[in-house]
């Protein structure tokens, strides 16, 4: 008899265990009571890069000039816009939809809760219930946005990230609370939509996990656009009037503008899910997981942001590739398991910013001796070509082996790039296998064959 195997939450995570386990053999039920792609992809990753680029084509036309050609001068259609996102996001849905249908995985449209070791009650949306037996179950219900307690969320000036793709109206003036990843995003977004942008930064640099040096680029490429920076101030109340915001922050200082929007992480979907009725421990909401996303139930896993590992989709993918195999017996054996250090990532801000394995700095914290080696772009004769020398490429090694431990590109196409040094490190290549490698000339990928070199 096949083996029951029931997902909760059709984000990446729970697409991949539910196509992969239906590959296997099982037999795959998938409850999802929004939309089936997640939430976290297609509502807030997916519209926010659509915007990105949407910003980066007025970017390009903004410097048509320096490219010989006359200067054009483009306006933000929001309206147009949010079709745009809408038939972006319509299509992803059907083509996960039609997947998991090919695949042979049923599909229940509801809230799925766990009421017992092997079963899941599934809620539809009219109030009708079902119960699902289940060898094996999935937590993929993914996150949503924090709120404090001190913001009034109107979603017309004081907005989350999901009233953004795009908000009512062009911000005249946005400030920025949250300076980590989707801050950040969200400053190049608008700026290059026209908005006057503050940021609030609770640090004293943006993006506080990563890399100084690319930290600063990014501030210099900010602060080059007029944007301004409240550094080392915590957000801790806010004032709406008529037509503006004040946003007050623990140090005194004031940011005033016309809209707020609230970047400062998510908090885990976990309730409602029947965990502790039958032992499933959690942390701070989110399910701890063993090096197989093995929950302290045998037959239970949490993948994607529930897991509380790296919030990434790529991530939350492999998760639940890795849980279908490993519930169904394909890792009985010695097997590679997920190393969420090596896991690449990437800020699609201008210039982008992308990263993988270990970093510079933490590798000087940590009293570890590494190799650095950096290329700017500006030695880059396709970065030239195409009128962008920022940023660089950097390359961290063992000095004693040669092996590639990590990497940092910023500059144009970095998410792309980094792909390269991603591949180094997965499989322990060497600095002198990319720099032996013959890559196209003229591109931006010779900076790393240069870097390594």
């Not at 997947?99 to 599909?107: E, W």
């Not at 005249?172 to 977004?189: K, N, R």
């Not at 930064?201 to 656009?225: I, Y």
């Not at 940590?366 to 962008?388: C, H, M, Q, W, Y």
Request: contains cysteine; negative net charge.
């Amino acid at each position: 008899m096949a083996q029951r195997f029931v997902v909760i939450g059709g984000g990446p995570a729970g697409n991949q265990a539910a196509t992969t386990a239906a590959r296997l053999g099982a037999e795959v039920t998938l409850i999802e009571r929004d939309i089936v792609g997640g939430a976290a992809h297609l509502l807030d990753c997916i519209p926010s890069k659509a915007m990105i680029a949407t910003g980066g084509a007025m970017n390009e036309m903004r410097r048509a000039a320096s490219m010989g050609l006359m200067q054009v001068e483009a306006q933000p259609d929001f309206d147009a816009l949010r079709t745009r996102i809408a038939a972006i996001e319509g299509r992803l849905e059907r083509s996960v939809r039609s997947l998991l249908a090919s695949q042979g995985v049923r599909m229940l449209a509801g809230s799925g809760r766990v009421i017992a070791p092997h079963e899941v009650e599934v809620t539809a949306a009219d109030g009708s219930t079902q119960v699902v037996p289940a060898d094996v179950i999935v937590l993929s219900t993914g996150s949503r946005p924090r709120i404090p307690d001190w913001a009034p969320i109107d979603g017309h000036r004081v907005l989350t990230t999901r009233d953004a793709y795009p908000p009512p109206v062009l911000p005249e003036h946005l400030i920025v609370v949250g300076s980590g990843v989707t801050g950040v995003e969200f400053v190049h977004m608008f700026s290059a939509f026209g908005s006057q942008v503050t940021l609030i930064v609770s640090r004293q640099q943006v993006l506080p996990q990563k890399d100084p040096e690319v930290a600063a680029v990014l501030e210099a490429d900010f602060l080059g656009r007029g944007v301004r920076l409240f550094k080392g101030a915590r957000a801790q109340g806010l004032e709406l009037g008529e037509d503006s915001v004040s946003v007050r922050c623990d140090d005194g200082r004031v940011a005033k503008g016309t809209h707020v929007l609230l970047c400062i992480g998510s908090i885990p979907n976990s309730e409602g899910l029947g965990l502790d009725d039958v032992g499933v421990e959690t942390d701070g909401g989110y399910v701890v997981v063993d090096h197989n996303c093995k929950s302290t139930v045998g037959h239970i896993y949490a993948a994607g942001d529930l897991s509380g590992k790296l919030p990434l989709s790529s991530v939350a993918s492999m998760q639940g590739r890795k849980i279908a195999e490993h519930a169904l017996g394909l890792h009985a054996g010695p097997h590679r398991h997920i190393d969420y250090e090596k896991a690449a990532s990437a800020i699609f801000t201008d210039p982008e910013i992308a990263d993988v394995g270990l970093a510079e700095a933490d590798a000087f914290a940590e009293g570890r001796k590494v190799r650095v080696t950096k290329v700017p772009f500006s030695a880059s004769a396709k970065a030239l070509i195409n009128d962008d020398p920022r940023g660089f490429v950097k390359i961290v090694s063992d000095p004693a082996t040669g092996v590639v431990l990590g990497g940092s590109i910023v500059g144009q196409h970095a998410a792309e790039l980094i792909s390269v040094i991603a591949v180094a490190v997965t499989a322990g290549l060497k600095v002198t296998d990319l720099a032996e490698s013959l890559f196209v000339h003229p591109a931006l990928a010779e900076a790393l064959s240069d870097a390594a070199d």
